[in-house]
Nanobody, 114 residues
Framework: QVQLVETGGGLVQAGGSLRLACVASGSTFSPYAIGWYRQAPGKQRELVARIGSGGSTNYADSVKGRFTISRDNAKKTVYLQMNSLKPEDTGVYFC??????WGWGQGTQVTVSA
Protein backbone atom coordinates (compact mmCIF):
# COMPACT_ATOMS: atom_id res chain seq x y z
CA GLN A 1 0.00 0.00 0.00
CA VAL A 2 1.38 3.38 -1.01
CA GLN A 3 1.55 6.24 1.42
CA LEU A 4 2.04 9.80 0.22
CA VAL A 5 3.35 12.51 2.52
CA GLU A 6 3.34 16.12 1.36
CA THR A 7 5.39 18.78 3.15
CA GLY A 8 6.67 22.29 2.65
CA GLY A 9 3.55 24.40 2.78
CA GLY A 10 3.14 27.52 4.83
CA LEU A 11 2.08 31.14 4.93
CA VAL A 12 3.83 33.45 2.49
CA GLN A 13 3.28 36.93 1.12
CA ALA A 14 2.35 37.45 -2.50
CA GLY A 15 5.46 37.31 -4.66
CA GLY A 16 7.15 34.84 -2.36
CA SER A 17 8.28 31.27 -2.93
CA LEU A 18 7.76 27.84 -1.44
CA ARG A 19 9.11 24.40 -2.28
CA LEU A 20 6.82 21.45 -1.70
CA ALA A 21 7.94 17.84 -1.44
CA CYS A 22 5.98 14.62 -1.82
CA VAL A 23 7.48 11.37 -0.59
CA ALA A 24 5.98 8.03 -1.59
CA SER A 25 6.53 4.82 0.30
CA GLY A 26 5.46 1.26 -0.23
CA SER A 27 5.37 0.97 -4.02
CA THR A 28 7.34 1.26 -7.19
CA PHE A 29 7.51 4.93 -8.03
CA SER A 30 9.57 5.55 -11.14
CA PRO A 31 7.25 4.13 -13.86
CA TYR A 32 4.41 6.50 -13.07
CA ALA A 33 3.48 10.03 -14.02
CA ILE A 34 2.98 12.03 -10.84
CA GLY A 35 0.96 15.19 -10.45
CA TRP A 36 0.61 18.01 -7.97
CA TYR A 37 -2.99 18.92 -7.30
CA ARG A 38 -4.48 21.95 -5.59
CA GLN A 39 -7.77 22.23 -3.76
CA ALA A 40 -8.78 25.80 -3.08
CA PRO A 41 -11.45 26.57 -0.48
CA GLY A 42 -14.87 25.66 -1.86
CA LYS A 43 -13.48 24.34 -5.12
CA GLN A 44 -12.72 20.98 -6.65
CA ARG A 45 -9.25 19.55 -6.67
CA GLU A 46 -7.36 20.51 -9.83
CA LEU A 47 -4.17 19.27 -11.43
CA VAL A 48 -1.62 22.08 -11.57
CA ALA A 49 1.53 20.24 -12.68
CA ARG A 50 2.53 16.78 -13.79
CA ILE A 51 5.77 15.00 -14.53
CA GLY A 52 6.10 11.86 -16.61
CA SER A 53 8.27 8.87 -15.87
CA GLY A 54 10.85 10.24 -18.31
CA GLY A 55 10.77 13.74 -16.87
CA SER A 56 8.45 15.48 -19.30
CA THR A 57 6.37 18.18 -17.64
CA ASN A 58 3.03 19.91 -18.14
CA TYR A 59 1.47 22.79 -16.27
CA ALA A 60 -1.92 24.38 -15.87
CA ASP A 61 -2.06 27.77 -17.55
CA SER A 62 -2.58 29.43 -14.18
CA VAL A 63 0.87 28.36 -12.92
CA LYS A 64 2.89 28.16 -16.13
CA GLY A 65 6.14 30.08 -15.85
CA ARG A 66 5.91 30.28 -12.05
CA PHE A 67 5.88 26.65 -10.87
CA THR A 68 8.42 23.92 -11.63
CA ILE A 69 7.86 20.23 -10.97
CA SER A 70 10.74 17.78 -10.65
CA ARG A 71 11.34 14.29 -9.37
CA ASP A 72 14.02 12.17 -7.73
CA ASN A 73 13.14 8.54 -8.35
CA ALA A 74 15.86 7.23 -6.06
CA LYS A 75 14.25 9.12 -3.19
CA LYS A 76 10.68 8.45 -4.40
CA THR A 77 10.13 12.17 -4.14
CA VAL A 78 8.46 14.78 -6.33
CA TYR A 79 9.01 18.47 -5.78
CA LEU A 80 7.06 21.58 -6.67
CA GLN A 81 8.98 24.84 -6.70
CA MET A 82 6.50 27.69 -6.53
CA ASN A 83 7.68 31.21 -7.30
CA SER A 84 5.88 34.53 -7.67
CA LEU A 85 3.04 33.20 -5.57
CA LYS A 86 -0.37 34.84 -5.81
CA PRO A 87 -3.30 34.83 -3.37
CA GLU A 88 -5.20 32.61 -5.82
CA ASP A 89 -2.55 29.92 -5.30
CA THR A 90 -3.92 29.41 -1.79
CA GLY A 91 -5.14 25.90 -1.10
CA VAL A 92 -4.20 22.43 0.04
CA TYR A 93 -1.65 20.80 -2.23
CA PHE A 94 -1.61 17.06 -2.83
CA CYS A 95 0.43 14.73 -4.98
CA UNK A 96 -0.66 11.49 -6.61
CA UNK A 97 -0.39 9.37 -9.69
CA UNK A 98 -2.00 11.08 -12.63
CA UNK A 99 -3.89 7.91 -13.59
CA UNK A 100 -5.20 5.17 -11.30
CA UNK A 101 -4.63 7.25 -8.19
CA TRP A 102 -3.20 5.82 -5.04
CA GLY A 103 -4.84 6.79 -1.78
CA TRP A 104 -4.58 10.50 -1.07
CA GLY A 105 -2.28 11.92 1.55
CA GLN A 106 -3.24 14.71 3.92
CA GLY A 107 -1.78 17.40 1.72
CA THR A 108 0.08 20.52 2.73
CA GLN A 109 -1.57 23.91 3.22
CA VAL A 110 -0.32 26.86 1.21
CA THR A 111 -1.63 30.29 2.14
CA VAL A 112 -0.62 33.35 0.14
CA SER A 113 -1.48 36.71 1.64
CA ALA A 114 -2.02 39.80 -0.47
Amino acid sequence: QVQLVETGGGLVQAGGSLRLACVASGSTFSPYAIGWYRQAPGKQRELVARIGSGGSTNYADSVKGRFTISRDNAKKTVYLQMNSLKPEDTGVYFCNRVTSSWGWGQGTQVTVSA
